[in-house]
């Protein structure tokens, strides 16, 4: 008898993302810690005279109504899942070293479903999908003006 093997392929479907705020940072593995360093720093030091410098760095020099920040407490909400989720603590540890007693942080932890889709290559194409939860973490960090 032959070995009859199937060759099955995972793929894996990408997070569905809830809408997306100026100030959200989602950790990957792409990037290394101080891509997501300074652009932390960026949203935290924001401030009401914000410069034509931080504007060309966050990306909203055309769209001045997405800069509006005039009473608000700068903020960022850093989003990291799985492997990521360490990541995203040691970019809040950096920053905690930056700015010391003057920010603060508050943590949710979650599992979010993810779907794993299973493909067969066998005579027939067959795909069969498979639900996994995936932990994940938020955290939130508000600066305070003194």
């Known amino acids: 008898m032959e070995d009859e093997r199937l060759d099955k ?3 894996r479907r990408k997070c569905g993302l809830r809408n997306l705020n100026r100030f959200d940072i ?3 593995r792409k990037k290394p810690l101080i891509v997501y360093y300074r652009r932390a720093l960026d949203l935290l030091l924001l401030s ?3 410069n034509a410098i931080y504007k060309n760095r966050i990306g909203y020099r055309r769209n001045k109504n997405k800069l509006d920040i005039s ?3 700068p903020k960022v909400v850093i989003h990291g899942m799985g492997a990521c ?3 995203a603590i040691w970019l809040v540890q950096d920053l905690k070293t930056n700015f010391g007693d003057s920010i603060k942080e508050t943590i949710e932890t979650k599992t979010v479903e993810v779907i794993d889709d ?3 290559e066998d005579f027939e194409w ?3 999908s498979k639900k996994r939860g995936v932990s994940a973490i938020s955290i939130t960090i ?3 003006l003194n």
């Open 142 to 144: 508000e600066r305070y």
């Open 126 to 128: 067959d795909m069969t």
């Open 9 to 11: 392929r995972i793929v």
């Open 48 to 50: 009401v005279n914000a």
């Open 85 to 87: 989720i360490n990541t």
């Open 71 to 73: 009473n608000e407490i």
């Open 26 to 28: 989602f950790v990957t």
């Open 118 to 120: 299973y493909i067969t």
